[in-house]
């Protein structure tokens, strides 16, 4: 590891940046550093405005990831190099244009969870259309976050380093459990594989992306479709098959949140 690189790790871990964050600013700058084949310490203004115009132009990258890469640029010049000859006008923030989500139908989330091809994935989505969390929250989702007696899910360390709780209904519930039957998972909810990460870490938030676009494909949907659109769509609660169906608004239908227990593996089966 050069010492820059220890440099821009330490100044993210003192602001105690998010390991999601912290991996896609590095990426960032060894990108950057890359692409005109010098240390970013070597390089200054000129060579930004060069490789922003490079990810628009020659990558066709979309004005929000650009941001991503422009905000990791501007914490490597500014908060650890303290380059004073670099301007912000130099490190500028491309315009985002705001877009109108893509919203499923019922229908379509419906067909997506039973287009699913196994119990791993239809337990996935289900989680992800019920309670509205986050990809990398949900594959961070431990056994012990279930919390059968209170009828919550606890989300650890979510964005913006905050735990919360998030309701779950009996439909949702029942799933985990003949999820739990058929997988008998023991740390991560949904544990990886002995041929990727291991059993004894998680899937991935890229997998869990992968598993709804391919659910989406395999119904049939020809919208663009990702973890974050169910997210969109979760607002309303209302699980295929349940009597929820009314579309109340999320505050209307789950009331306040409720406080987490921990509870146990056994928990999750018997609801004990």
Known sequence: MTPLRQRMLDELQRRNYSPATTRAYVLAIKQFAEYFHKSPEQLGGDEI???ELHLFKE???APGTVEGRMSALRFLYKKVLKRRDIAYDDLIFPKVPRKLPVVLSPEEITQMIEAAPNRLHRTILMVLYATGIRRTEASLLKVSDIDSERMVIHVHQ?????DRDVPMTPKLLEALR???RWKRPKVYLFPS???HRGVEQPLSDHTIWYICSEAAKRAGIKKTV???TIRHYAGFRTIPGSASSDRR????????????????????????
């Open 193 to 195: 594989t002995e041929g």
């Open 49 to 51: 405005r060069q490789f």
């Open 178 to 180: 003949e999820y739990f």
């Open 249 to 272: 608004s999320s505050r209307q239908y789950w009331g306040s949140s409720i406080p987490a227990r921990a509870v146990t593996r056994h928990s999750l089966v018997t609801g004990s």
């Open 59 to 61: 990558k066709k990258l």
């Open 226 to 228: 990702g973890a974050h």
């Open 158 to 162: 979510g964005k913006g380093s905050r």
